[in-house]
């Protein structure tokens, strides 16, 4: 992606260090705390291709 200047946003990278306070304990999904540390990071990515 970086060799065609598509912007990318790692979200698994980043949110793997807090799985255990943001994933459910009996499935793959997100609980609230996720969703939310998850929608800051793309929300911040989305201004700033915007700028």
């Not at 807090?18 to 997100?30: M, R, Y």
């Amino acid at each position: 992606m970086n060799k065609h200047g598509v912007a990318t946003d790692d979200l698994f990278t980043l949110i793997t260090p807090h799985l255990e306070e943001t994933q459910n304990s009996n499935d793959i999904h997100s609980n609230g705390a996720g969703y939310e540390f998850l929608g800051q990071q793309v929300g911040e990515a989305i201004l700033k291709a915007l700028k």
